[in-house]
């Protein structure tokens, strides 16, 4: 490559403590740049391309991720002027961003992400595809040059100090995803977002919006995927018009609102969608009968409501439930005798209910089942039923505390790693071998009829 772009990489290997990255490149003290050829003999993260016959070879890729580069960038680094991709996601850079990438005609793709960058977030070229600088310390308003690049399809910006109000985003057309959660952004959630036909992931969770109900001209956002909405004080009924969002086949995340009322039917229509999550906000009343025709969730998060009535048995009829979470409601009536016996079940969360009867042998028997927590409900077990021999054979964590249980605490599998029986009516003496058990890191047993002397530590 031209002198001018490895004389570009040593000092970037220089600025950035080289000799303490992870992989490191052959660079040596007092050595002239000319004696370098990262084409010929491969750089770690450097990819170069022959410019034909006649031509040295460009520098066309720089990915360092995660490899503990340390410091700022220096302006040099606008020498590469052939670069198609950037990365250097995942180290410990630091300072204001220099005024490098619109040099770069060629590049593509950008990724600063995870690192310790701040000022404003930098400007790129108009050939910019994807752009990521999430988790950083970038402050101050989206700069308008950023807004009017009509081919960037990825926009990630994610976890700064980022201010104002959140901009209009029309003119970049190509867009199809918008993530730009966890800053400061104030105002509403503005209509110009309709504007964007190709958006499909949408990201705006844990900013300081105003407190506003749904707006209801989302629903008409066809296109939309993945909704991400999460701790923006949002009010007010979940919206029934959430099931013409027909493409929402990955999440609805809108955990931390305020939304009250109870939950609408209508959600029972978001047949395909995988991840499902109104944990801790304001819900009430029944959940829908007919919820087990979202057939596709995997994960359903519903805890920390007001919710009330029984679970209903069609959840029993979930393809691929993988999480499911009811914990801190108001829930009365038996657990259903399904949830836990799907193939694919692994977390099992419903504790802090009111919930009644016994455990369905039908759990003991789901092959992927690892968590299952009931603290604190009225259900009555009986340990010798609920842990015959071959049941629960992955399960790692299991909770059953300040329920109606009775048995030896000698039934207790030995190969937990959290074990959680305190307030129930467990008799008999400890074994040895479950407090000395390797695997055990969380144990409670206290408030029982339990007999005996503990051994030594």
């Avoid at 985003?169 to 110009?192: H, K, V, Y």
């Avoid at 047949?271 to 304001?282: G, K, P, R, S, Y």
């Avoid at 057939?295 to 920390?304: E, G, I, R, S, T």
């Avoid at 409501?305 to 069609?314: A, R």
């Amino acid at each position: 490559p031209p002198i001018e772009e490895v004389s570009s990489l040593v000092a970037l290997y220089d600025s950035t403590k080289g000799p303490t990255w992870i992989r490191q490149w052959p660079i040596r003290a007092n050595e002239s740049v000319t004696s370098y050829n990262p084409c010929l003999l491969p750089w770690y993260g450097v990819y170069c391309r022959d410019s034909g016959p006649g031509s040295s070879c460009r520098v066309v890729a720089l990915e360092l991720d995660g490899n503990l580069l340390q410091g700022p960038l220096l302006p040099s680094l606008a020498n590469l002027t052939q670069l198609i991709v950037l990365s250097f996601f995942s180290n410990l850079l630091t300072g204001t961003v220099p005024p490098i990438f619109e040099l770069m005609p060629s590049l593509t793709l950008l990724e600063l992400s995870a690192n310790g960058f701040h000022g404003p977030l930098p400007t790129v070229g108009h050939g910019m595809l994807l752009y990521g600088a999430t988790y950083n310390k970038f402050s101050g308003p989206i700069p308008a040059a950023l807004l009017q690049h009509s081919q960037l399809t990825e926009f990630s910006v994610s976890g700064n100090l980022l201010t104002g109000p959140i901009p209009d985003f029309s003119a970049m057309q190509s867009l199809a995803g918008l993530q730009i959660n966890n800053n400061l952004f104030e105002g509403s959630i503005p209509r110009s977002l309709q504007n964007l036909s190709a958006l499909s992931n949408l990201v705006l969770g844990s900013n300081n919006l105003d407190s506003a109900p749904f707006p209801s001209w989302m629903c008409e956002m066809s296109g939309l995927q993945q909704l991400s909405m999460a701790s923006i004080a949002m009010t007010g009924a979940v919206p029934d018009c959430l099931a013409e969002l027909r493409n929402l086949i990955e999440d609805f995340v809108a955990y931390s609102n305020l939304f009250s009322g109870s939950l609408p039917t209508a959600i029972c229509n978001l047949t395909a969608i995988f991840t499902f999550n109104l944990n801790e906000n304001l819900l009430t009343g029944s959940l829908p009968p007919c919820i087990g025709r979202m057939y596709n969730v995997d994960v359903l998060q519903l805890a920390n409501n007001f919710l009330t009535g029984p679970v209903p048995t069609s959840v029993g009829d979930f393809d691929e439930m993988y999480q499911f979470e009811l914990q801190y409601n108001r829930l009365t009536g038996p657990l259903p005798p399904r949830i836990a016996a799907n193939s694919f079940a692994q977390l099992v969360i419903l504790m802090h209910n009111f919930l009644t009867g016994s455990v369905p042998a039908a759990y003991g028997q789901a092959e992927m089942l690892e968590l299952l927590l009931l603290e604190n409900n009225l259900l009555s077990i009986s340990l010798p039923e609920l842990l015959q021999p071959g049941a629960f054979g992955n399960l790692e964590s299991l909770g059953l505390s300040y329920n109606f249980v009775h048995g030896d605490v000698s039934v207790l599998p030995l190969s937990l790693h959290y074990l959680d029986m305190a307030g129930v009516q467990l008799n008999g003496t400890v074994p040895v071998a479950l407090l000395q058990s390797a695997t055990l890191q969380y144990l409670e047993l206290q408030a029982n009829a339990l007999t005996g002397t503990l051994p030594p530590e």
